[in-house]
């Protein structure tokens, strides 16, 4: 297959192409490169992609129409794997516009895109867990109403799925949302949990603790997501019923597990107690995450098999390597 894969350079995006190229599949990898946070990290994810056989990779914002439309050239593509955004809860109270840019004007560019590309079999797009915010009941289902989450980033994602079921109806476009549940693991994102935790650990520095700990998290291992998005872009597209063609999945592991909780197995990784300093969190944090995973399950197999005790070990080996500690 030939795949475009935005947000090639990120998280997520940089673990699937790395996938898809050893699955024999050709990647084109669009990524903006911004300093959202430390761009080294990124350039380290892009360099174990470059020079594969398969792999082309273009700099260009999705939010500039004409940037990305030349990024992806001519050539048409079997499936779109949309993953780039302005990610982070927290950062939406410092620039909120970021976050209109990428996941608002920027998925609309995707829209637009896809709709124009001819012998398009499907798009795969990023969506979020906190489009839940607090009102869903636990286990979250995809057919809860979902229209209250609490940051703003959240409601940027909830907007995305509402754009993308519209252009699912007007124009028929093959479209597949993946709220993803607090995705974890090497090459990670430094703004999350997990990392900070481990910095502080490992450095003998203070962590700042919200709600008391008691905040619950569905941690979601990398490899676990990635199989799931790779099998979903392999699977010839199925609508069910006569409704527009747009689906909606939780890829998360349900099992939530307290903040308190993840800093104990940080500790039993790292061998080095926390300092913990208990603080008032920000606006925009969720009391919970829980993915209820029945329907992903049901059309792709899918079933996470890491708990967090085998996940937080790996992510520090890789952490110490990486920083060479």
């Not at 993946?178 to 935790?197: K, N, S």
């Not at 203070?206 to 990635?226: A, H, M, N």
């Not at 008032?280 to 967090?308: C, H, I, M, Q």
Request: hydrophobic letters at 40%; charged letters at 20%; proline letters at 4%.
């Amino acid at each position: 297959m030939k795949i475009l894969l935005t947000g090639a350079a990120g998280f997520i995006g940089s673990h699937a192409a790395t996938v898809f190229l050893d699955r024999g599949h050709t990647v084109t990898g669009i990524d903006s490169l911004n300093a959202y946070y430390d761009p080294a990290l990124k350039q380290g994810r892009l360099a174990r992609l470059t020079g594969r056989n398969g792999f082309r990779f273009a700099q260009a914002d999705i939010a500039d129409a004409t940037a990305l439309k030349r990024a992806a050239g001519d050539e048409p593509y079997d499936v779109i794997v949309h993953l780039a955004a302005q990610a982070g809860v927290r950062y939406a109270l410092t620039d909120p516009s970021a976050y209109t840019q990428s996941n608002l004007v920027g998925h609309h560019n995707m829209l637009e895109l896809a709709r124009h590309m001819k012998g398009l079999g499907q798009t795969i797009y990023a969506s979020s867990s906190s489009v839940y915010g607090n009102d869903s009941k636990a286990p979250f289902s995809e057919d809860a109403r979902a229209d209250k989450p609490v940051s703003y980033y959240g409601a940027t994602k909830r907007a995305g799925e509402m754009m993308a079921h519209s252009y699912s109806e007007l124009f028929g476009l093959k479209l597949t949302g993946l709220r993803f549940f607090t995705v974890y693991g090497r090459w990670g994102r430094p703004d999350m949990a997990y990392w900070l935790f481990t910095e502080a650990v490992l450095k003998g520095l203070p962590l700042k603790v919200f709600g008391q700990g008691l905040l619950k998290r569905d941690f979601t291992w990398i490899d676990d997501i990635v199989s799931a998005v790779v099998r979903m872009a392999e699977t010839p597209f199925a609508n069910e019923g006569s409704g527009a063609p747009h689906r909606v999945y939780n890829l998360g592991n349900s099992r939530p597990q307290e903040v308190l909780s993840l800093i104990r197995i940080i500790e039993n990784a790292c061998g080095k107690q926390a300092i913990i300093e208990h603080a008032t969190g920000p606006a925009g944090d969720v009391n919970e995450t829980y993915a209820d995973v029945s329907r992903a399950a049901r059309d792709f197999g899918f079933k996470p098999s890491t708990t967090l005790e085998e996940g937080i070990p790996r992510f520090v080996e890789w952490y110490r390597d990486f920083y060479k500690l």
